[in-house]
């Protein structure tokens, strides 16, 4: 499992590994990895044209002393300071002695750039100077962040003032010690290309970002046993669909199938559609071990969304399951509820606009998942789970192709069946993400794909995780 962990949680480690150690070794084995890193991307350091943007903290001090070991290495090394009065003196003696050189301006023409303006604990926009260093950086030339990128907050992946510029939008982000939550969620994620940790040895506590790899995955997956039948699995029923949207229903009992569950049972008005396409389905209500509602519901049909409430099983609400909901309500339940808003969703469940969800996404979660109670997945360029309390997860997979209609009936559906099947809800919501993005890649492969086609492909998804 990749994890995640705040400003505040790093740099307390690092003090105590600081004190154990001389003085100065720690950032000398964060610069001495940084410019292997650096060198793995130029093939040949010799006669490179390394520039590097250096802030007045340990971070330009990284930059330099990454840049002195690369400069001894035959490469031409310019380091160019935000602030001329303000640079980490070890670093720009050490820079000096390999034959590096300090110039006011960044040149024209570079081979690699190496972002060292703004640390961890940057926050809001990038000053002017250092804004001025970002828009100056040669075209074509290989970007590698210090860290994290400069201009993005390595707490909340947010980033201020990048409609103008004034961001650093790197190739490769070498980061020390630990991943911090802005390199993992958008728009930061986006902003930081390949992110590379370098392991220093800090000792850290529980973390408060977490991302599933195939073995977590495979770890919680549901397995039949041989004393197994339909209903110890676990049956999952499906509120979805109306005569406007019947394909909702077909997508959604498409992904529940695949889910783990034993059986999926519809509710609807889709029934026709839902068993011509798939006539392993239940129809009509029954008992059940969790429900998903909302998907393709319509209007006007809130009564539906109550009365899966009100049963003490865990509910998945989705898109038009989400409207009105009471969160003392929700809060009040006896068992779990999970809810799946993409942006805009979530904005009107939480008041606000579009735009601040989509900028603050980890906030946003948070938010939602304190308010109502509730576990809560995040759709998006970036998919967050939070349960309140715990990490937050974030989901590696998935492809900008999922952005297409239907996928989340797939996903609900999905999520669902694994809840039906047993998994907690934070489990539920994580491994159905992760599941969802693995079959979105294998079918899309760089080109659009159909909602139908990742739920077609979720079991080699769900196969492809195991060993």
Excluded at 198 to 227: N, R
Excluded at 256 to 281: H, K, N, Q, S
Excluded at 336 to 358: C, D, N, Q, Y
Excluded at 405 to 430: F, T
Aim: net charge neutral.
């Amino acid at each position: 499992m990749r994890t995640a962990y705040s400003v505040e949680t790093v740099r307390a480690a690092e003090r105590e590994l600081m004190a154990r150690l001389p003085e100065g070794a720690l950032m000398q084995r964060a610069a001495a990895a940084l410019a292997a890193a650096c060198a793995g991307l130029l093939g040949k350091v010799y006669g490179a044209r390394v520039v590097l943007l250096v802030g007045p903290g340990d971070n330009g001090g990284d930059a330099l002393y990454a840049g002195a070991r690369l400069a001894r290495r035959g490469a031409g090394v310019t380091a160019v300071p935000m602030d001329p009065e303000r640079v980490h003196p070890g670093g720009l003696a050490a820079l000096r002695a390999a034959g590096g050189r300090v110039a006011q301006a960044v040149p024209p023409r570079a081979d690699l750039v190496l972002d060292g303006l703004v640390g961890i604990g940057g926050r809001g926009a990038l000053r002017p100077a250092a804004a001025a260093l970002v828009g100056a950086i040669p075209a074509g030339a290989v970007v590698v962040a210090v860290d994290l990128p400069s201009g993005v907050d390595a707490d909340t992946g947010e980033v201020a003032g990048a409609e103008a510029g004034a961001v650093v939008r790197a190739d490769a982000t070498v980061t020390f010690g630990a991943y911090k939550p802005g390199l993992l969620i958008d728009p930061g994620a986006s902003l930081a290309g390949a992110p590379r940790l370098v392991d220093l040895g800090l000792e850290l506590p529980a973390p408060e970002l977490e991302a599933l790899q195939h073995a977590d995955v495979a770890a919680l997956l549901p397995e039949p046993t041989a004393s197994s039948d339909k209903y110890r699995r676990g049956v999952v029923g499906v509120v979805a669909g109306s005569a406007q949207y019947p394909g909702a229903a077909v997508l959604a009992v498409a992904g529940a199938l695949r889910g783990g569950a034993g059986a999926v049972r519809y509710v609807g008005p889709a029934a026709d559609a839902v068993l011509a396409r798939y006539p392993e389905t239940l129809i009509g209500r029954g008992r059940v071990q969790a429900w998903v509602v909302g998907p393709g519901l319509g209007e006007g049909r809130g009564e539906e969304v109550a009365r899966c409430l009100a049963d003490p099983v865990p509910v998945l609400v989705d898109a038009d399951g989400l409207r009105g909901l009471d969160p003392a309500g929700l809060r009040a339940r006896s068992a779990a509820t999970v809810l799946t808003p993409h942006a805009g969703e979530a904005a009107a469940l939480l008041g606000v606009a579009r735009e601040s969800v989509e900028a603050g996404r980890l906030g946003a979660v948070r938010g939602l998942a304190e308010r109502f109670g509730a576990t809560v997945l995040l759709k998006g360029s970036t998919t967050l789970v939070a349960s309140g309390g715990g990490a937050v997860r974030v989901n590696p997979t998935g492809t900008p192709w999922l952005a297409t209609a239907g996928s989340g009936d797939v996903l609900s559906g999905l999520a669902g069946s694994l809840l039906a099947a047993g998994l907690g809800a934070g489990d539920a919501a994580s491994v159905a993400a992760y599941l969802h993005g693995l079959a979105a890649r294998r079918v899309s492969s760089g080109a659009p794909l159909l909602a139908h086609e990742v739920a077609r492909a979720l079991p080699a998804a769900w196969r492809a995780t195991r060993p």
